[in-house]
Nanobody, 122 residues
Framework: QVQLVESGGGLVQAGGSQRLSCAAS????????MAWFRQAPGKEREFVAT????????YYTDSVKGRFTISRDSAENMVYLQMNSLKPEDTAVYYC???????????????WGQGTQVTVSS
């Protein structure tokens, strides 16, 4: 069973940076897709970024392109989300997700972390 554990959330000022980490365990991750989603209060969970484990191919939602970077460390089974130039609208609970299908929809992922709160103050 895949386990995903996020860390690194907290309070940051607008314009600042933060790095989220996701520790993955429970299987080999070749041919797996990993992603970050976020959910703000009263809103649907939305896709942020995804990376393929084997080749490291990435894709981002438009609102974070140029500001966020997703990466993975295959040796350590870690996935990261480096967030720069943070804005108040980035405030949300951020979730790490993994699955064999991937994509932009939550349905493409069958494993989820518990979430970590990111709050950006103006």
């Amino acid at each position: 069973q895949v386990q995903l554990v996020e860390s690194g959330g907290g309070l940051v000022q607008a314009g600042g940076s933060q790095r989220l980490s996701c520790a993955a365990s429970g299987r080999t991750f070749n041919n797996y897709a990993m992603a970050w989603f976020r959910q703000a209060p009263g809103k649907e969970r939305e896709f942020v970024a995804t990376i393929t484990w084997t080749f490291g191919s990435t894709y981002y939602t438009d609102s974070v392109k140029g500001r966020f970077t997703i990466s993975r460390d295959s040796a350590e089974n870690m996935v990261y989300l480096q967030m720069n130039s943070l804005k108040p609208e980035d405030t949300a609970v951020y979730y790490c997700a993994g699955g064999p299908f991937g994509g932009l929809a939550p349905e493409g992922y069958d494993s989820w972390g518990q979430g970590t709160q990111v709050t950006v103050s103006s």
